[in-house]
């Protein structure tokens, strides 16, 4: 059975970092691409970052050089640090897996104040 488990969310300053992590089991992660997408409230989901196979990583326009996306396979985890955040960041973030099947972490709350 898959389970991905997420944690680090929470309410930040704007200015403040806050770093989620999403940890898989029951996959062999190296296998996949995973990221990170969120969805604000009235909104449709977005994409943030993605992590393909071979370490390649991709990153929305709206979170390039303030969000970083890592992956430790041997640990099955899935990481998104991101500082510099603004009000506009607060989401439901949710990790993501895909290879033949798709997974979806439960999401977390990110809320940042003004």
């Known amino acids: 059975q898959v389970r991905l488990v997420e944690s680090g969310g929470g309410l930040v300053q704007a200015g403040g970092s806050l770093r989620l992590s999403c940890a898989a089991s029951?996959?062999?992660?190296?296998?996949?691409?995973t990221g990170w997408y969120r969805q604000a409230p009235g909104e449709q989901r977005e994409l943030v970052a993605i992590s393909r196979r071979g370490g390649i990583t991709n990153y929305a326009d709206y979170v390039k050089g303030r969000f970083t996306i890592s992956r430790d396979n041997a640990k099955n985890t899935v990481y998104l640090q991101m500082d510099s955040l603004k009000p506009e960041d607060t989401a439901v973030y949710y990790c993501?897996?895909?290879?033949?099947?798709?997974?979806w972490g439960q999401g977390s709350q990110v809320t940042v104040s003004s």
């Open positions: 029951g996959i062999t992660s190296s296998l996949y691409t």
């Open positions: 993501y897996f895909g290879w033949v099947n798709e997974y």
